[in-house]
T-cell receptor
Framework: GENVEQHPSTLSVQEGDSAVIKCTYS??????FPWYKQELGKRPQLIID?????GEKKDQRIAVTLNKTAKHFSLHITETQPEDSAVYFC???????????FGAGTRLTVKP | DAGVIQSPRHEVTEMGQEVTLRCKPI?????LFWYRQTMMRGLELLIY????????DSGMPEDRFSAKMPNASFSTLKIQPSEPRDSAVYFC????????????FGQGTRLTVV
């Protein structure tokens, strides 16, 4: 089955700096790569996703890049704010009702 | 739609007791996932269903765990007998089951086995 690895496990940045989280996946058939944000005591919620036919996607301060050849994808957050502090999870799926496997998560702390 | 609904939100039980967690997916969603979240192991996929049929239960830790989906609007995850190491937050999520669609999570059930 699919195996997703995520790095780093913790990340601390100053407010205004950029943050980058990286993930690799094992199954070349995976074609859907969402990113979830989980605030303390709450449920994971989708913040951005990318499909295999796209190399990059951006939504305001958040961007995701995908390299299918290398089987890795990354989340980029620019101009970080304290409210960006949370645990971020990457995931990979073959879609079409197949399973969705998550990385171990990255705890991001943005210091004011 | 109220989203994915899980019950109970919190459950405290004694070791050896049976625990049943419940999930109502978003209406119209065809895929349902059960995840377990712990500090040590992150979000683990336990089992998922498509159109009420279990597709992959390889993540279920052992025979003490079982899951059912008797209809499109209800699923249960049962642990019998429960053990302290089962303490975790259990999330249910649902999606349309089509290619490249978001999974929506419920609020989770925090299970404590003492």
């Amino acid at each position: 089955g699919e195996n997703v690895e995520q790095h780093p496990s913790t990340l601390s940045v100053q407010e205004g700096d950029s943050a980058v989280i990286k993930c690799t996946y094992s199954d070349s058939a995976s074609n859907y790569f969402p990113w979830y944000k989980q605030e303390l005591g709450k449920r994971p919620q989708l913040i951005i996703d990318i499909r295999s036919n796209v190399g990059e996607k951006k939504d305001q301060r958040i961007a995701v890049t995908l390299n299918k050849t290398a089987k890795h994808f990354s989340l980029h957050i620019t101009e970080t704010q304290p409210e960006d502090s949370a645990v971020y999870f990457c995931a990979a799926s073959m879609g079409g009702g197949n399973d969705m496997r998550f990385g171990a998560g990255t705890r991001l702390t943005v210091k004011p | 739609d109220a989203g994915v609904i899980q019950s109970p939100r919190h459950e405290v039980t004694e070791m050896g007791q049976e625990v049943t967690l419940r999930c109502k997916p978003i209406s119209g969603h065809n895929s349902l996932f059960w995840y377990r979240q712990t500090m040590m192991r992150g979000l683990e996929l336990l089992i998922y269903f498509n159109n009420n049929v279990p597709i992959d239960d390889s993540g279920m830790p052992e025979d003490r765990f079982s899951a059912k989906m008797p209809n499109a609007s209800f699923s249960t995850l049962k642990i019998q007998p429960s053990e302290p190491r089962d303490s975790a937050v259990y999330f249910c999520a649902s999606s349309l089951g089509l290619t490249n669609t978001e999974a929506f999570f419920g609020q989770g059930t925090r299970l404590t086995v003492v």
